[in-house]
């Protein structure tokens, strides 16, 4: 299985330092939901891992979160793509939980998931912790300009082996171009539906006990 890994708030939408506190405030940067409907294509399955301390400081609650979800994905089947899987991190950042990047406990959740290895696999991001979140557990950090990714890039100490591209279409681009079958090694033996079934447990949790460190919202509705 081919999976990419995208941080939300400046690679997907634009950001906002006043968090994305509604559906209207989420807008699509340009070409990005074009560009996973290309990864899409290509046999990628995209899964977003996102820091929404929003959630934690009591600025919008998990219906809104999921209100913009809604968005989010309809925005990209419009284009002809589909997120596969939304996991999301509601606490604040002074809570010393395990999945607020650059903390990788939603990596590491989205692998077990996935039931893959996440050596080598596409991480995008337009932070610094996105990526070191990404080198903690292997995976290959991008960092993309658009969001915080200018000021990250000038920043500096970026994790080893991290590569810039000015946003997520062009990195697709790269990726489509340079390495199809960037990803296949991720792959374990017996692959199953067990992401999905893994998701639909967690469905059942009330989101705002958060009791588990990270959610994956089912990306289907009925
Ligand atoms: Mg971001
Ligand atoms: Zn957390």
Redesign the pocket.
């Known amino acids: 299985m081919k999976l990419v890994i995208l941080?939300?708030?400046?690679?997907i939408n634009f950001?906002s330092a006043q968090f994305i506190k509604s559906p209207a405030e989420w807008k699509p940067i340009p070409g990005s939901p074009e560009a996973i409907a290309r990864l899409n294509q290509a046999g990628y399955r995209v899964v977003v891992a996102t820091n929404q301390s929003g959630v934690g400081r009591g600025l919008f609650d998990m219906d809104t979160l999921n209100a913009i979800h809604e968005k989010m994905h309809k925005t990209v089947q419009a284009a002809g793509g589909r997120i596969d899987a939304i996991f999301y991190c509601p606490h604040a950042a002074d809570s010393k939980c395990e999945c607020r990047k650059p903390k990788p406990g939603m990596f590491y959740r989205l692998a077990a998931c996935y039931n893959v290895e996440l050596t080598g696999v596409p991480a995008v991001?337009?932070?610094l912790r996105?990526l070191q979140a990404a080198a903690a557990v292997g995976a290959k950090p991008y960092l993309v300009l658009t969001?915080?990714g200018e000021k990250t890039r000038e920043d500096g100490d970026l994790p080893e082996g991290t590569e810039v591209f000015p946003d997520l279409a062009a990195l697709v681009d790269h990726l489509l171009a340079t390495a199809p079958d960037k990803g296949e090694k991720a792959e374990k033996p017996e692959k199953s539906d067990k992401a999905d079934k893994a998701e639909k447990g967690d469905k059942a949790d009330k989101p705002e006990k958060a009791e588990k460190p990270e959610k994956a919202e089912k990306t289907d509705k009925p």
């Open positions: 941080d939300r708030d400046g690679v950001d991001g337009d932070s996105d969001g915080k």
